[in-house]
């Protein structure tokens, strides 16, 4: 029988959170053997390996790595071994409703088109396990779901060895889980195919003023390549081989996915989301400040990869000088700029781009955040800038532009 779609989950450490996704694959209302799953295992510590010998419904794949591949490593791992026509990228500690195959797959269906899918960026966030490891936060609010479910409350103080009623009190809850020094299930795989995991999520969504702008098609929006985030997307497997695989000089946290999102979008691949296609992440430990540095020095690779408007306009929210709808308009602002003006204003343009390009160089490396005139260069080139500072005062004249030549404004005020 051949394969239609192959799920692609990536893993590190993240048992038994990938189990349960696991099982939200096998429960399935798509034929489950005309859909394979591909689980890489990126070197983990934990019990991940036992997997392989799981009799789970579907086809499956096992892949282990005996060395830290990363993301972007382990899912080029995991799409050379791929078979279907079309590609889930699904994190694996995502759980997904029984339609979760059937909706993404409709968009292939009757179509050629060039396309990506995103699901719903209206997010969603839920407690499967209790981590020895969780932060106080999230604590807290796991906390603030237990008290509300008597029966759960019971179980979870017989598990922890302590009374129900101690786990009313924060302080006694978090000494408990600590001194347990093990990660507690929440959750069965009845609760799974029920989704009862609802009962104890939370609402996080990720751009929830584009979405109001915007509708699924993201047309007008020039950063709908953002939303190619392998939590949960699809796209089919001849579009990737047009355009290469992930960049594996993405180490770390973030922006492989974006980088080669961006690549799918600059060959004419429209990305669209689909809000009926909804996915529940399962809380893990992180370090934000982990994150935050690899985050940064990943983002300035892919600003040297592709110094175009689109990316370097982003950096205006990396810094938090501008939401992404008035990055849309500066994008959109340049754009008319260009085209009625391709010869003029060209010290305006080159500093937009100077000034922004050095944004995440400075964030990358925790340089405080000022003299970017400096920075860029522009300092020392007096010439250049008097010139750029009457071309930014002849464009305030026109009354156009506006949005982009405020955006020059404030990074030559910076």
């Not at 983990?44 to 086809?59: E, K, M, R, V, W």
């Not at 892949?63 to 591949?69: D, G, I, V, W, Y």
């Not at 920075?375 to 250049?384: D, H, V």
């Given at each position: 029988?051949?394969?239609?779609?192959?799920?692609?989950?990536?893993?590190?450490?993240?048992?038994?959170?990938?189990?349960?996704?696991?099982?939200?694959?096998?429960?399935?209302?798509?034929?489950?053997?005309?859909?394979?799953?591909?689980?890489?295992?990126?070197?983990?510590?934990?019990?991940?390996?036992?997997?392989?010998?799981?009799?789970?419904?579907?086809?499956?794949?096992?892949?282990?790595?005996?060395?830290?591949?990363?993301?972007?490593?382990?899912?080029?791992?995991?799409?050379?071994?791929?078979?279907?026509?079309?590609?889930?990228?699904?994190?694996?500690?995502?759980?997904?409703?029984?339609?979760?195959?059937?909706?993404?797959?409709?968009?292939?269906?009757?179509?050629?088109?060039?396309?990506?899918?995103?699901?719903?960026?209206?997010?969603?966030?839920?407690?499967?396990?209790?981590?020895?490891?969780?932060?106080?936060?999230?604590?807290?609010?796991?906390?603030?779901?237990?008290?509300?479910?008597?029966?759960?409350?019971?179980?979870?103080?017989?598990?922890?060895?302590?009374?129900?009623g101690d786990l009313q009190d924060y302080n006694k809850f978090a000494e408990a889980v600590k001194k347990k020094k093990a990660i507690i299930p929440l959750l069965s795989k009845e609760d799974i195919y029920t989704q009862r995991y609802k009962e104890l999520s939370f609402h996080l969504p990720s751009f929830p003023q584009v979405m109001e702008k915007f509708d699924d098609s993201l047309t007008g929006y020039h950063l709908a390549w953002t939303f190619f985030i392998t939590r949960n997307v699809s796209v089919r497997k001849s579009l990737l081989d047009s355009v290469g695989p992930f960049n594996e000089k993405f180490r770390g946290w973030g922006y492989e996915d974006w980088e080669l999102g961006y690549r799918l979008y600059k060959s004419g691949v429209k990305i669209l989301e689909d809000r009926e296609i909804f996915s529940y992440h399962q809380e893990h430990p992180f370090s934000s400040v982990d994150r935050t540095g690899e985050q940064m020095f990943n983002f300035l690779k892919l600003i040297n990869l592709h110094p175009d408007i689109e990316v370097c306009?982003?950096?205006?929210?990396?810094?938090?000088?501008?939401?992404?709808?008035?990055?849309?308009?500066?994008?959109?602002?340049?754009?008319?700029?260009?085209?009625?003006?391709?010869?003029?204003?060209?010290?305006?343009?080159?500093?937009?781009?100077?000034?922004?390009?050095?944004?995440?160089?400075?964030?990358?490396?925790?340089?405080?955040?000022?003299?970017?005139?400096?920075?860029?260069?522009?300092?020392?080139?007096?010439?250049?800038k008097k010139k750029l500072f009457a071309e930014l005062e002849s464009l305030q004249k026109t009354g156009k532009f506006n949005s982009f030549v405020n955006a020059v404004e404030l990074l030559t005020g910076l």
């Open positions: 029988m051949h394969t239609d779609v192959s799920i692609i989950l990536i893993s590190h450490n993240k048992y038994p959170q990938n189990l349960f996704t696991l099982w939200s694959l096998q429960n399935q209302e798509f034929d489950l053997q005309k859909m394979e799953v591909i689980l890489v295992d990126d070197c983990s510590g934990d019990i991940t390996a036992n997997l392989q010998y799981y009799p789970f419904p579907f086809p499956f794949k096992y892949l282990c790595s005996e060395q830290r591949l990363d993301r972007a490593g382990a899912k080029n791992l995991g799409l050379r071994e791929a078979r279907g026509k079309v590609i889930i990228f699904l994190d694996a500690e995502i759980l997904v409703g029984p339609d979760f195959v059937a909706k993404h797959l409709r968009h292939y269906e009757n179509s050629e088109e060039k396309i990506a899918v995103s699901g719903t960026t209206n997010h969603y966030c839920t407690f499967s396990v209790i981590h020895p490891n969780f932060s106080k936060s999230q604590l807290g609010h796991l906390l603030s779901f237990i008290r509300e479910k008597p029966l759960l409350l019971n179980r979870l103080a017989g598990e922890l060895g302590t009374l129900p306009a982003l950096t205006l929210d990396l810094a938090g000088k501008k939401s992404l709808l008035e990055i849309n308009d500066i994008i959109n602002d340049y754009y008319l700029l260009n085209n009625r003006f391709p010869k003029q204003y060209i010290h305006v343009k080159e500093a937009f781009f100077k000034l922004t390009r050095k944004i995440p160089f400075l964030l990358a490396n925790d340089i405080p955040f000022c003299k970017l005139m400096q920075w860029s260069g522009l300092e020392k080139e007096p010439g250049k």
